[in-house]
């Protein structure tokens, strides 16, 4: 078995350009590229290392001041999965690609939840007025229902009062609700110091379709947050991490991608903050010689989200000069990759996710000028990783090892 690490840094929502098929199924993000638009807004920007490593390669154009790297090993990545999402983005960058969810409110399927749950031994009792759409209250310590803060109907919340039900038993109520829904994702969460009144207090209904807790009203981000994201179709022993958790190899996962991907690890570094993030992942990498490394870097999707070019180009310089940093801790077997998981482009006049391809910038000590081409999947990432550590391939993708030798 293979010796050496395999690194992955996400720049979240750093795209390089509309998919093809953006016309047809994402009108609203024609034209967008998120990469090139930001540094030709700031053409004094100052990211040497991502240039050195091939972001102009990727890009397909030099600006004024930004050139081609002759010696970067880079290629480009279609993106897999429906839509711009970042926790679908992860999913298939661990070598899945999910099935298409469904879009509906919780309120559709409250009598299959609440009958499974049932059946599997909870005390269930719902909760509004028969004529509005309702939430269910589970074991008097726990709420499901709709997701209020994100795009609704595309996830159900398990919310829990972690004083009455550990954590454990949340994930676990959590993975039942899943067996029966088809939206994106259940997430099972909960909080300490809150009981079960707080989150009713806060539960609200939308359009009169959707119903459930408003989370930060509730409390239950204020103390002891704990959460787990549960997607569809997603399988965690046949992505990445878990294959390598099977083998014993170390898993690393920071920033948002600690939070989204499961994993068995104990190496987790959870955060928001890319100076703290990139602090942790260095370190970690400076003292395990061996694994699995994978970093997200969420502060350039806030900015996106914001439609704010100049703070997402100071997150890109931060990030360049922790690159930088990280790079002189690599030895002759690892390889780095920096890459990806949709775009977000603050130029486009919205301030939603993007649908464009994504860069895959790589280094690996004395490897210069190789090209992977265009990949079909992100999920190539995670099949090249798997043929580094001579494991079980994961679900989806086509290793790129081979072009790098």
């Given at each position: 078995?293979?010796?050496?690490?395999f690194?992955?840094?996400?720049?979240?929502?750093f795209?390089?350009?509309?998919?093809?098929?953006v016309?047809?199924?994402?009108?609203?993000?024609?034209?967008?590229?998120?990469?090139?638009?930001?540094?030709?807004?700031?053409p004094?920007?100052?990211i040497?290392?991502?240039?050195?490593?091939?972001?102009?390669n990727a890009?397909?154009?030099e600006?004024k001041?930004?050139?081609?790297?002759?010696?970067?090993?880079?290629?480009t990545?279609?993106?897999?999965?429906?839509?711009?999402?970042?926790f679908?983005?992860?999913?298939e960058?661990?070598g899945?690609?999910p099935?298409i969810?469904?879009?509906?409110?919780?309120?559709?399927?409250?009598d299959?939840?609440?009958?499974?749950?049932?059946?599997?031994?909870?005390?269930?009792?719902?909760v509004?007025?028969v004529?509005e759409?309702?939430?269910?209250?589970?074991?008097e310590?726990?709420?499901?229902?709709?997701?209020?803060?994100t795009d609704?109907?595309?996830?159900?919340?398990?919310?829990?009062?972690?004083?009455i039900?550990?954590?454990?038993?949340v994930?676990?109520?959590?993975?039942?609700?899943?067996?029966?829904?088809?939206?994106?994702?259940?997430?099972a969460?909960g909080?300490e110091?809150?009981?079960?009144?707080?989150?009713l207090d806060?539960?609200?209904?939308?359009?009169d379709k959707?119903?459930?807790?408003?989370a930060p009203?509730?409390?239950?981000?204020?103390?002891?947050?704990?959460?787990?994201?549960?997607?569809?179709?997603?399988?965690?022993?046949?992505?990445?991490?878990?294959?390598?958790?099977?083998?014993?190899i170390?898993?690393?996962?920071?920033?948002?991608?600690?939070?989204?991907?499961q994993?068995?690890?104990?190496?987790?570094?959870p955060?928001?903050?890319?100076?703290?993030?990139?602090?942790?992942?260095n370190?970690?990498?400076?003292?395990?010689d061996?694994?699995?490394?994978?970093?997200?870097i969420?502060?350039?999707?806030?900015?996106?989200?914001?439609e704010?070019v100049?703070?997402?180009?100071?997150?890109?310089?931060?990030?360049?000069?922790h690159i930088?940093?990280?790079?002189p801790?690599?030895?002759?077997?690892?390889?780095?990759?920096?890459?990806?998981?949709?775009?977000?482009?603050?130029t486009?006049?919205h301030?939603?996710?993007?649908?464009?391809?994504?860069?895959?910038?790589?280094?690996?000590?004395?490897?210069?000028n190789?090209?992977?081409?265009v990949?079909?999947?992100?999920a190539?990432?995670a099949?090249?990783?798997a043929?580094?550590?001579?494991?079980?391939?994961?679900?989806?993708?086509?290793?790129?090892?081979?072009?790098l030798?």
């Amino acid at each position: 078995m293979r010796k050496g690490r395999f690194v992955v840094i996400v720049l979240d929502s750093f795209g390089i350009g509309a998919m093809k098929d953006v016309p047809e199924v994402r009108p609203a993000d024609m034209g967008s590229n998120t990469a090139l638009h930001i540094l030709q807004k700031n053409p004094s920007i100052h990211i040497p290392t991502l240039i050195q490593l091939g972001l102009m390669n990727a890009i397909g154009e030099e600006t004024k001041n930004l050139f081609f790297s002759k010696e970067a090993n880079w290629g480009t990545s279609n993106l897999g999965h429906v839509g711009a999402d970042s926790f679908l983005g992860h999913q298939e960058i661990m070598g899945t690609t999910p099935p298409i969810p469904l879009n509906q409110p919780f309120n559709e399927m409250i009598d299959t939840v609440e009958a499974h749950l049932l059946q599997n031994g909870y005390m269930v009792r719902r909760v509004g007025k028969v004529d509005e759409p309702q939430i269910l209250v589970v074991n008097e310590s726990a709420t499901v229902g709709d997701n209020l803060e994100t795009d609704l109907g595309q996830v159900f919340n398990v919310s829990a009062c972690l004083d009455i039900m550990s954590f454990s038993k949340v994930k676990e109520l959590g993975a039942c609700v899943r067996e029966v829904v088809k939206v994106s994702r259940v997430i099972a969460f909960g909080g300490e110091d809150i009981v079960l009144s707080d989150l009713l207090d806060a539960r609200k209904i939308k359009e009169d379709k959707f119903s459930g807790v408003d989370a930060p009203e509730s409390g239950v981000y204020d103390k002891g947050y704990q959460v787990i994201h549960l997607g569809y179709g997603i399988d965690k022993n046949v992505q990445i991490p878990t294959i390598l958790d099977k083998e014993n190899i170390p898993v690393v996962l920071a920033g948002k991608v600690a939070d989204i991907v499961q994993t068995d690890s104990e190496y987790l570094y959870p955060g928001v903050d890319s100076d703290y993030l990139f602090y942790q992942f260095n370190e970690a990498i400076s003292k395990i010689d061996y694994g699995f490394f994978c970093l997200n870097i969420q502060e350039t999707d806030l900015a996106g989200h914001g439609e704010d070019v100049d703070r997402y180009a100071d997150r890109l310089e931060v990030s360049d000069q922790h690159i930088a940093e990280l790079i002189p801790l690599l030895n002759e077997e690892d390889i780095l990759v920096v890459t990806a998981d949709h775009g977000n482009d603050p130029t486009i006049g919205h301030s939603q996710h993007t649908r464009e391809r994504v860069p895959l910038l790589i280094y690996q000590k004395g490897t210069r000028n190789k090209k992977i081409g265009v990949r079909n999947s992100m999920a190539d990432t995670a099949a090249t990783a798997a043929e580094f550590f001579s494991v079980n391939a994961p679900q989806h993708g086509e290793s790129y090892l081979e072009l790098l030798k």
